[in-house]
């Protein structure tokens, strides 16, 4: 699609009278479809996936026609009650322990922000302390931007944000948190958040979080997990390392939107201090009051949000269709995925792999100094892979992304589509071999 293309084949004005729906849905076919981007082709290796599933898609269905909104427990008590149960299967599937309580929120900027926000309540009133000038913040610059922009959105000052220094592989140096926060300590400042990545965008690194945990334990600062994408792995018991050290977190969020086979958007937020929560974000109004409130949930009072959607409906309906075993095996095969392309890379003379393809995101370049093969200067192969990137998403066949990692230009190759199989990852990988030679 053209910029602009979409829009100018439609009506400026609306209509004044109602169409008949044989119109307008033959419109969506001949101008909406062809400008999609079609998230759920299996050669859709760009961003993380939004993934879905058929439960997901029919459990949707049924929350539109249903037509719920669920701010309170009274506003319909089996949104409320399912998501109490769907939150706890998952913390028991990602072995989080007891001391977690569950809620859904729509993404996981979303829940970064309430996670630095309630961080922020929780550091002020602990020092009886009202101003936010004086905090702190600390992730890297691996982390998702929307967590510097969660902090920024929570009150932290864009210069109290800190990006602590990262290893060569690509996760925080613990050593350099604590010399940090000290450093920053002793200037008269207040340390609020620290935000650990288990999974980054760029190549799924993931920041070492026992480490990281026992200095936000001694220093006395929340710490977040941001595990978007990653944290679903967990399910699978090999897998369960990676959450290592997050049950000393005081947050945690995973999107089952990404590869838990739930449609967007819907984000899995963990508390360890629900009080710490309801402070900063539960509300009351004469409206809202109802008899019953000592003994329910309200989720109104867990999240930004007052109308709510009814998530939890998606949520049971895949974890009940494909059960804990079947979901374990569909990450199984898309880390499998992973690792057969990352073999491939590793074999072709001119190709290099610039991480770890542990987790489902292959990450690589071609022409990378190791291979001796075709040596270019380096900002001169920056720009080959980014014509490549170019070549292949022009053919239209694939889709892929590039980003910079340790300040090189890099490819990304994302897998978890539940329709992407070995043969489609190895086309596309002719497509990108073949996009190579071509220039
Ligand atoms: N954190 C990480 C590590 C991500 O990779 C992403 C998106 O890819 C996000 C956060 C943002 O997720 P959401 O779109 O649910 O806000």
Known sequence: AEPGAVRAALPAAPPLSG??????????????????????????LAYFPANTSPPSILAEMLTATIGAQCMSWNT??????????????????????EVFTGVIQDTASTATLVAMITARDATTQRRNDATVDRLTGYTTLEANHSVPKGMRLAGIR??????????????????ALRIQLRADRAAGLVPAAVVATVGTTGSTAIDPVPA?????????????????????????????????GVDAADSVVFNPHKWLLVNFDCSAYFVKDRAALLGSFGASAEILRTAH????????????????RFRALKLWFVIRSYGVEGLRAMIREHVRLGKVLADWIEREPGFELVAPADLGLV????????????????????????????????????????????????????????????DD????????????TSE
């Not at 990852?425 to 190579?436: G, P």
Request: hydrophobic fraction near 40%.
């Open 425 to 436: 990852v190895r086309s596309a990988w002719n497509m990108i071999k073949e996009a190579a």
């Open 363 to 422: 990450v690589f370049r071609y022409g990378g100094e190791r291979t001796g093969n075709r040596q270019r200067a380096a900002g001169e192969l920056d720009g080959f892979n980014q014509r490549l990137q170019e070549r292949v998403n022009a053919t239209g066949k694939i889709f892929i992304t590039g980003t910079r990692l340790g300040g090189r230009y890099v490819l990304r190759v994302a897998l978890g589509h539940l329709t992407t199989t070995e």
């Open 212 to 244: 990281i945990a026992a200095i936000c334990r001694e220093e006395a600062v929340w710490l977040h997990v941001d595990a978007a994408w990653a944290g679903s792995a967990a399910i699978v018991p090999e897998l369960r390392w990676i959450f290592d």
């Open 158 to 175: 864009p210069g109290h944000i800190r990006m602590v220094e990262t290893g060569p592989e690509n996760a925080m140096l613990p050593e």
């Open 76 to 97: 319909s008590p089996a949104a409320t009650e399912l998501e109490q149960v769907t939150m706890e299967w998952l913390r028991q599937m990602v072995g989080l322990p």
């Open 19 to 44: 169409e008949p729906f044989e119109r307008i849905m033959a419109d969506f076919e001949r101008i909406i479809v062809p400008g999609l981007t079609h998230w759920g082709h299996p050669g859709f």
């Open 293 to 308: 409130d000592d003994r329910v949930v309200n989720y109104r009072d867990w999240g930004i949000q007052l109308g709510r």
